[in-house]
């Protein structure tokens, strides 16, 4: 049955307006011809969780709803997010907070939505349980999957979602300290660059690993701080204690990889106009951009030890040190 039409107030995010993802889940919604389970995609959780707010939003709150709820509080609308230090979504979890849920009839709407976020922290048993659903999906129900790992994701359970994948936002947000820790992280590049000389200027460039390590972690710890404390305010207060501890680890795991990411962002940077430059030395050109290779190849090997749990400040230090080595002997 179509959608009836009423103002809607969880909007779509700004950075996806005009898409065509969004105009094509508008015209399913609006015509009842919304597919019962999406898949939804990208770079960035919170976007991906702002738009199932806005499509959440037009399936429950239409004119055949008894009251108005935004999706965070609305009583047809249930969520189901990782859990703890380990961020995993078990099978109890997945029974109760989801499954169990969307078998009961809807109270004020015609429809009834369940949230996923980060579904691609399903364990095995979560995974399997919840394929069982979507193999036979409660009537008037949609359930919307939210990953950054759609690939993490069983094959079984992808290939039964409709799937759209939502770009990034622009980034908005730079850490108190990261601008002047960039330009740190280069003039230690440079100065490698120029040639190591003596004792002396090898203990500095050792001592300014293992500043920059520390400045990190700091830079880290206080901008975690700072989104959890702004997203916090955000969120349902009926959150578990270890639903509130998965989030918080998800913000901090998502900002050191985006972190990473401007690292090696700023070595390329370093790199590459010596390489465009040239200064008639095809050898020495040649050692800048085996320089470059090697040094990248580090980084996206440290990138990978995170993904493992390992500490952030352990990763940037092996990336460092070996990055010591990498650009002194050029």
């Not at 065509?20 to 960035?44: F, K, N, W």
């Not at 922290?121 to 129900?141: D, H, Q, V, W, Y």
């Not at 330009?183 to 000389?197: F, H, M, P, Q, V």
């Not at 975690?224 to 997203?231: D, V």
Request: aromatic share 6%; glycine share 6%.
């Amino acid at each position: 049955m179509p959608v009836t039409s009423v103002t809607h107030k969880s909007q779509w995010p700004a950075a996806l307006a005009g898409l065509p993802a969004v105009s094509v889940i508008e015209q399913a919604i609006a015509t009842g011809r919304l597919s019962h389970s999406l898949l939804l995609t990208g770079d960035e959780i919170d976007l991906l969780a702002e738009a199932a707010d806005a499509i959440a939003d037009r399936l429950l709150n239409t004119g055949e709803s008894s009251a108005y709820f935004p999706p965070a509080n609305h009583p047809d609308c249930y969520a189901l997010r990782p859990a703890g230090k380990m961020r995993q979504i078990s099978a109890d979890a997945t029974r109760e907070e989801l499954i169990a849920k969307l078998q009961v009839t809807s109270t004020v709407s015609a429809h009834k939505v369940g949230i996923i976020y980060e579904c691609d922290r399903m364990n095995t048993a979560a995974a399997n349980i919840f394929l069982k659903t979507l193999e036979e999906p409660p009537r008037n129900s949609t359930l919307l999957l939210l990953t950054t790992r759609p690939y993490s994701l069983l094959p079984t359970i992808r290939s039964r979602c409709l799937c759209f994948r939502f770009p990034s936002a622009p980034a908005a947000y730079s850490p108190d300290g990261w601008t002047a820790w960039l330009a740190d992280y280069r003039a230690w590049l440079e100065k490698l660059n120029t040639g190591i000389a003596g004792k002396r200027e090898a203990s500095d460039s050792i001592f300014a690993v293992y500043g920059l390590v520390a400045r990190f972690g700091m830079i880290l710890d206080f901008a975690t701080g700072e989104i959890w404390r702004q997203q916090k305010e955000k969120l349902p207060p009926d959150l578990s204690e270890e639903e509130q501890v998965a989030i918080e680890t998800g913000i901090a795991n998502g900002l050191r990889a985006r972190l990473f990411i401007e690292i090696e962002q700023a070595t390329r940077d370093f790199a590459v106009p010596a390489l465009l430059a040239g200064d008639g030395s095809g050898a020495n050109n040649e050692k800048t951009g085996r320089a470059l290779a090697e040094a990248i190849e580090r980084l996206e090997h440290a990138t990978g030890l995170l993904r493992l749990n390992l500490n952030e400040s352990a990763a940037l230090e092996d990336f460092l040190l070996a990055s010591l080595s990498i650009w002194s002997r050029r």
